[in-house]
């Protein structure tokens, strides 16, 4: 089993609307959880981060986390074709990162 | 910009060549890692720098790839006789000095490719 995982989508919705990305882990000693936005040939770029149990918000973004289920989501709300990229999903335990694999995500004009 | 510099930005070698790649990080950031990322995978972990010291190295390292941080500062990640599988982007990562809810920043990348 993969210490974090991902649906790799691609995941389409149109502008204006709600994208839900979510995330699972395998480590319950894990101690936060990122989400970074990825742009075709770019370098990951941080969106948010959450270590306590519930919603984390930051302008059109939300962070939830969910430790009892092992469960990271991000919500992005009112969508823009520039939110268009891959979101990855990392979970910090002890000194390393582990890294989902990415949902791609769509935003249609 | 995030403040972490990587050079060079491309790379592009023959099998069997060695190469080097070099990290600078945020200035106040005592913590570096090192990521391998091929197209359709996140970022896989190579190894973790604390100041000068190497913590921690992926046991999927081969003993091709080394990394040093003299000094603290930047870091270099050296394939040797290097593999068309060791194409990739490879990723300097680095964390403020303290915390463990701290986030990391990643450089650009530099992006190898092996012929």
């Known amino acids: 089993q993969k210490e974090v995982e991902q649906n790799s989508g691609p995941l389409s919705v149109p502008e204006g609307a709600i994208a839900s990305l979510n995330c699972t882990y395998s480590?319950?000693?894990?101690?936060?959880f990122f989400w970074y936005r990825q742009y075709s040939g770019k370098s990951p770029e941080l969106i948010m981060f959450?270590?306590?149990?519930g919603d984390k918000e930051d302008g059109r973004f939300t962070a939830q986390l969910n430790k009892a289920s092992q469960y990271v989501s991000l919500l992005i709300r009112d969508s823009q074709p520039s939110d268009s990229a891959t979101y990855l999903c990392a979970v910090n335990t002890g000194n390393q990162f582990y890294f989902g694999t990415g949902t791609s995500l769509t935003v249609i004009p | 910009d995030t403040g972490v510099s990587q050079n060079p930005r491309h790379k592009i070698t023959k099998r069997g060549q060695n190469v080097t790649f070099r990290c600078d990080p945020i200035?106040?950031?005592?913590?570096l890692y090192w990521y391998r990322q091929t197209l359709g995978q996140g970022p896989e972990f190579l190894t973790y720098f604390q100041n000068e010291a190497q913590l921690e190295k992926s046991r999927l390292l081969s003993d091709r790839f080394s990394a040093e941080r003299p000094k603290g500062s930047f870091s270099t990640l050296e394939i040797q006789r290097t593999e068309q599988g060791d194409s990739a982007m490879y990723l300097c990562?680095?964390?403020?000095?303290?915390?463990?809810?701290?986030?990391?920043?990643f450089g650009p990348g530099t992006r190898l490719t092996v012929l």
């Open positions: 959450i270590y306590s149990n």
């Open positions: 480590d319950r000693g894990s101690q936060s």
């Open positions: 200035s106040e950031h005592n913590r």
């Open positions: 990562a680095t964390r403020a000095r303290q915390g463990n809810y701290n986030e990391q920043f």
